[in-house]
């Protein structure tokens, strides 16, 4: 009997200290998230009243001091780089050790100090990425993008091609609103589980969504280079529209031009089942007055964005905390979802690169690409547009974008034009390098390292970096290719 009602108080207690856990952990992740909103709005009203950055000026090159903080800085970077290039998973600590080795060596030396890390801090570029993301993880709770999914395969996917224009566009249109991972997450299970019963190559469906999400993310501010774009030079948010929307569009007909023509697509199609056998359920939408308060509240944000000055990092974290508070969705759950692994990776980037400009590294950078350019400014454009293609492949969106863009603003100044077509081309540069393997793209990078079993145990076609690469090289290519052309001509008409 004692052993008895010992093994029952043992239960009771373990049950006990568990739900405690659970009660401390749900605690600290809503304390966490009210901090994180409190103090980005905190900074997005201080920006109506203080200037927005302090740019110090680099160490000039001749002077010895100078010469030892580009070496230094190099260093510091190419170290950085190659850590975050072999792994992803520790690259919060590998960039924090990185920031803290240029913030020594620059107040060391002289270039850098705490006090010119902390304003290169973009805070708005992080309210946006934190309230894209929030509004992202509650629309995906409304089970919306699933049920469109559904009703479009079911009534107008009749071959494998039409299947994959369809499912493209769906990647599409939800990444001209919505966190392209979230839109990615929702999607590949629906991809996996159609491609199986139908017995094809899930690959060239998922290369496809994954370039079509890409390009829905850059033609709108969505992206995040537009969006560092749009905090860093205040470009209106109509222009990013007008500009990259149809270029965009003109480069997903190219993909499907491609992938029509396509061996893998073609073959999977002859021997594939026909479309009536395939069974998909019945998926209704969740919460569908959340839909109709998304509509208002976007409608209104993209307003405020067109017509207003107010500081856009401000308004998103309004419209994402008005969806969140009046959604009647669990806070709970919602507050469980949202990650901070890159949010920390982005502040951390601010920092990083804010030093690496302050030692006058990439001022050395843009005049050797002067001197590679004979001086001209529509070949220099082009040359840093090519070479942040190529340096987005190794390196993902976000650091690239944080190091090239004081070189675009910098060939900006010597054409001394207010069209802002110098940024496109940064913007479409990037945008092609995502394509080309699963390293530059980050909504690849959920296949690379996410790995979830429904993957491996629903297809034998390897999803992998080499894999993935017979597409999107070609991809890359060609879309880096009408980008030049659509750039040029902008820079010839300007």
């Known amino acids: 009997m004692e052993n008895n009602s010992s093994t029952i108080k043992t239960s009771a207690d373990y049950d006990l200290n568990f739900k405690f856990k659970q009660f401390k952990q749900f605690k600290t992740r809503y304390g966490l998230f009210y901090l994180v909103f409190a103090t980005l709005f905190i900074f997005c009203l201080g920006h109506l009243y203080f200037s ?28 950085v780089f190659l850590f975050l290039y072999r792994g992803n998973h520790q690259k919060n600590i590998m960039l924090f050790f990185g920031t803290l080795a240029i913030i020594f060596c620059g ?28 509004i992202s993880i509650i629309m995906a709770e409304t089970k919306c993008l699933d049920f469109v999914a559904h009703k479009l395969i079911g009534r107008f996917a009749n071959s494998a091609f039409s299947l994959f224009v369809i499912l493209c566009l769906l990647a599409y249109s939800f990444s001209l609103s919505s966190d392209r991972l979230v839109v990615m997450l929702l999607l590949f299970p629906i991809t996996f589980n159609i491609t199986e019963k139908l017995k094809l190559n899930s690959l060239p469906f998922i290369a496809g969504e ?42 997903l007909g190219i993909t499907f031009f491609y992938f029509y023509y396509s061996r893998t697509l073609h073959k999977a199609a002859s021997s594939m089942p026909p479309m009536d056998l395939l069974d998909l359920p019945n998926v209704k939408v969740k919460y569908p007055w959340v839909l109709i308060l998304f509509f208002i509240i976007m409608s209104t944000m993209i307003s405020l964005f067109m017509l207003s000055t107010i500081d856009p990092g401000l308004i998103a974290l309004t419209a994402s905390f008005t969806l969140f508070f009046f959604c009647g969705i669990d806070k709970g759950r ?8 890159n949010f920390l990776f982005l502040l951390l980037l601010f920092v990083f690169i804010g030093g690496i400009e302050s030692s006058g590294l990439l ?41 090239f863009l004081p070189m675009f603003m910098n060939i900006s100044g010597d054409i001394g034009s207010d069209e802002y077509f110098v940024f496109w081309a940064l913007s479409l540069g990037i945008c092609s390098g995502q394509m080309a393997t699963l390293r530059g793209s980050t909504v690849a990078s959920l296949l690379e390292m996410g790995r979830n079993q429904k993957l491996e145990k629903s297809t034998s076609h390897v999803i992998n970096f080499v894999s993935y690469s017979k597409f999107g090289f070609p991809i890359m290519y060609f879309h880096l290719l009408v980008s030049t052309i659509y750039v040029t001509f902008l820079f010839l008409i300007k």
Request: aromatic content about 12%; some cysteine.
């Open 107 to 134: 107040k060391f030396i002289g270039f850098y100090s705490l006090t010119l890390a902390l304003q290169k801090i973009n805070i708005t570029a992080l309210s946006l990425f934190f309230s894209i993301n929030l």
């Open 52 to 79: 927005k950055y302090i740019f110090p000026q680099s160490l000039p090159i001749e002077t010895l001091k100078g010469a030892v903080a580009q070496l230094l800085s190099l260093k510091i970077i190419l170290v």
């Open 210 to 251: 994954i370039i079509a999400a890409n390009l829905g993310a850059n033609s709108t501010v969505i992206g995040v280079s537009n969006t560092l774009i749009l905090t860093t030079l205040h470009v209106p948010f109509i222009l990013f529209i007008n500009y990259l929307l149809p270029i965009c569009i003109i480069n």
């Open 334 to 341: 919602i507050i469980r979802k949202i990650k901070y692994d």
């Open 363 to 403: 001022k050395t950078v843009i005049n050797i690409i002067t001197y590679m350019a004979f001086g001209s400014p529509l070949l220099k454009m082009l040359l840093l547009m090519w070479f942040a293609c190529f340096v987005t492949i190794f390196f993902n969106v976000a650091p690239t974008t944080i190091i």
